[in-house]
């Protein structure tokens, strides 16, 4: 079992860059596969980027592609989003998720949330 707290969240203008941190607390968490979602006001929960346990599998939605990177340092039990080129179709509350081992790009297939973070991008 895993718990997920994310922060870093904030409010920027259009064209600014923001990183996003995910810790995580719990056994082998290098076992599990890590994702990004986010929801903004009256919108469902949509998915944006995901890597695999062994980091050779990522995927990643085209409306983020090119401006979004995820990553991720399991020796500190951390995964990252980095964000740039930002504008204000990008605010949203952002989650960090996690699954035992491989990816998925569906709310359903993640086990485990965040609480969240919001990023507020102001034009």
């Known amino acids: 079992q895993v718990q997920l707290v994310e922060s870093g969240g904030g409010l920027v203008q259009s064209g600014d860059s923001l990183r996003l941190v995910c810790e995580a607390s719990?056994?082998?968490?290098?076992?599990?596969?890590v994702a990004w979602f986010r929801q903004s006001d009256g919108k469902e929960r949509e998915f944006v980027t995901a890597?695999?346990?062994?980091?050779?599998?990522?995927a990643t939605a085209d409306s983020v592609k090119g401006r979004f990177t995820i990553s991720r340092k399991d020796a500190q039990n951390t995964v990252y989003l980095q964000m740039s080129t930002l504008t204000p179709e990008d605010t949203a509350v952002y989650f960090c998720?996690?699954?035992?081992?491989?990816?998925?790009?569906?709310?359903?297939?993640?086990?485990?949330w965040g609480q969240g973070t919001q990023v507020t991008v102001s034009s």
């Open positions: 998720a996690a699954r035992i081992a491989n990816i998925g790009t569906k709310v359903e297939d993640y086990d485990y």
């Open positions: 719990g056994d082998n968490f290098g076992a599990y596969g």
């Open positions: 890597m695999d346990w062994s980091e050779t599998q990522t």
